[in-house]
């Protein structure tokens, strides 16, 4: 799939509280200046089974990452946003991508060579450790995940998306906020069918946790939805 590209000056805009001073600087560094490739909505990144040859820095929009099962069935293991790294996992175990990247939005999303990014964490210890806590965070999550999807209900997962999708993406705690999303892709982070998730969104609805306005879902009792899940 064709991106287009465009050179610019831009901040990284990463979290200085990520990172020690020192590495901090050495990630804006590797990434002012950069070529920023801009991708269409259900545009995929990368693909799974395919050799990594970037680290990725989303500069804005909303990306997720999944697995395709046996029976063709996606299975989301992660969300992205802006000031989120993405395929380091690949390129710090030399491995070959274990998910499927793709846009859940119109993106921006920088690219820095392979060979750029272990020359940085060959030469700035801080800057690699801070790459390993992201990693064990990353499998952490994913492990909590699996038990989620493995034994939660089906009203508790789609609950459980629902605030994760405000966590990753609400520009405020204190905004009602609204879910920009088909039914097939939140079907797809619930793992559950289309059909079920229609049913349990309008359970929901019934019940005053959310209010669905021209497709959009909008979250009206987050303290509801946690009372859900825990």
Not at 44 to 58: A, D, I, K, T, W
Not at 91 to 120: M, P
Request: hydrophobic share 40%.
């Amino acid at each position: 799939m064709k991106k287009t590209e465009r050179k610019k000056k831009w901040t990284t805009g990463i979290d200085e509280g990520l990172f020690s001073a020192n590495s901090h600087f050495a990630i804006r560094d590797l990434f002012s200046r950069r070529a920023v490739n801009k991708y269409r909505k259900k545009q995929v990144v990368f693909f799974e089974g395919n050799h990594p040859q970037y680290l990725y820095y989303v500069v804005r929009g909303k990306i997720k990452a999944f697995k395709v099962s046996e029976e063709g069935k996606e299975l989301t293991v992660g969300l992205y946003a802006a000031g989120d790294f993405m395929g380091y996992t690949a390129l710090l175990e030399k491995t070959t991508y274990r998910v499927t990247a793709r846009t859940l939005e119109k993106s921006e999303i920088a690219l820095i060579l392979g060979s750029e990014f272990y020359d940085l964490i060959n030469s700035n210890s801080a800057v690699a450790m801070q790459f390993i806590r992201f990693l064990a965070k990353n499998n952490n999550l994913k492990a909590e995940q699996m038990v989620q999807l493995a034994y939660g209900s089906l009203r508790k997962r789609v609950a459980n998306t629902l605030l994760l999708f405000k966590e990753k993406y609400a520009a405020s705690k204190e905004e009602d906020f609204v879910i920009h999303i088909t039914r097939e892709e939140l079907a797809h982070l619930s793992g559950t069918t289309t059909e079920s998730l229609i049913r349990m969104l309008s359970d929901f609805k019934s019940e005053g946790l959310i209010e669905i306005k021209s497709g959009n879902i909008e979250i009206k009792n987050e303290k509801g939805l946690r009372y859900i899940i825990n």
